[in-house]
């Protein structure tokens, strides 16, 4: 019996050695082979799997100690899924904790207003840590994974800054994006002016994305749409440089010329009126308010001053004397 004690005893003592030894470790900053260590966990991943992904990825710890910490702690599996990264400096119990509390390392792609949907996707192409799971699907693939099969694809996203988790994929982003665009349109449709010869959402997302293309300042931006949507109302040629060139496709070479504007595509704006058949680039929040409510303007035409703003005119006399001032020895006129 005494023997039993004495066995029983140091049992205990050693269960209470391990456990300072354990508490004392878990609160010490682990060794990393490098500044900063990083991790992608995937949704189903177990606990064990996590602690030898840290050990792979460059911290210099047991596997199986920093698995059973994990255990130990009670809170293994509410390990969240998503990227971490940590410093020189973190402890075991801080690493689980965050973790724990879904802290994740994001990574950041910015998509610009006036932006096409070809430039969208050579941005998300190279984005950093973002798996590229629609390279070789064609535009209308990807809008069938989206749940918009037959939709173009053009104008159909909202340009912003998307962060996500490091190990997402593009998919993931141009769906955000996706429904972003939707929404906004959405809005901007319900505030559209009474007298609007716009028909529909769609029509205003095809004329907000010009308007983003003809603004050089912000300043202009609802006059810019006034003047086309007068020329909607008349039926006048909307007679805009950037639908041509969209219709021109990807070799364009940045020289517009005679030729180009007398080139029948259904982009054409000079020879044929009305709105084209699709955006042409990824309208803003501001382009697509001023798409649906333009503001009042006499004016049919206008012309860049060389400083970003624009020179606006009612009458084709006025703007052939601006065209004349600002543009002189230009060829042709009427935009």
Do not use: C
Request: glycine share 8%.
């Amino acid at each position: 019996m005494k023997v039993w004690r004495v066995l029983v005893g140091g049992a205990v003592l050693v269960a209470a050695a391990l456990a300072g030894a354990t508490a004392w470790w878990l609160n010490q900053p682990l060794e990393l082979a490098a500044d900063t260590v990083e991790v992608s966990i995937e949704p189903g991943t177990a606990p064990r799997e996590i602690a030898q992904a840290w050990v792979q990825a460059g911290v210099r710890a047991s596997p199986l100690l920093l698995y059973e910490s994990f255990r130990w702690s009670g809170q293994a599996r509410r390990i969240r899924a998503g990227s971490y990264e940590i410093g020189r400096g973190v402890t075991p119990a801080e690493l689980l904790n965050k973790m724990v509390r879904g802290d994740e390392t994001l990574a950041v792609v910015r998509l610009i207003d006036g932006w096409t949907f070809r430039q969208f996707r050579a941005e998300l192409a190279k984005a950093e840590a973002l798996k590229p799971t629609t390279a070789g699907a064609t535009d209308a693939d990807i809008m069938t994974l989206l749940g918009a099969p037959g939709e173009p694809a053009e104008g159909r996203f909202h340009p912003d800054t998307y962060a996500y988790s490091k190990g997402s994929t593009d998919l993931a982003v141009l769906r955000r994006a996706h429904r972003a665009m939707r929404q906004r349109l959405a809005a901007a449709w319900q505030e559209r002016a009474p007298d609007s010869p716009l028909r529909s959402a769609d029509e205003a997302l095809v004329l907000a994305s010009i308007v983003e293309k003809e603004t050089g300042t912000p300043a202009d931006r609802g006059r810019v749409a006034g003047v086309f949507v007068n020329r909607l109302r008349i039926g006048m040629p909307l007679q805009t440089d950037p639908t041509v060139i969209y219709g021109l496709g990807p070799g364009f070479d940045g020289n517009l010329r005679k030729r180009d504007l007398q080139s029948d595509t259904p982009f054409n704006t000079y020879l044929r009126t009305g709105l084209p058949p699709t955006p042409i680039a990824m309208p803003g929040k501001a382009a697509l308010l001023a798409a649906v409510h333009p503001e009042p303007t006499r004016a049919l035409y206008f012309v860049a001053r060389g400083d970003g703003s624009s020179e606006f005119s009612d009458t084709l006399a006025a703007h052939n004397r601006a065209v004349n001032q600002y543009q002189r020895g230009a060829a042709r006129t009427g935009k």
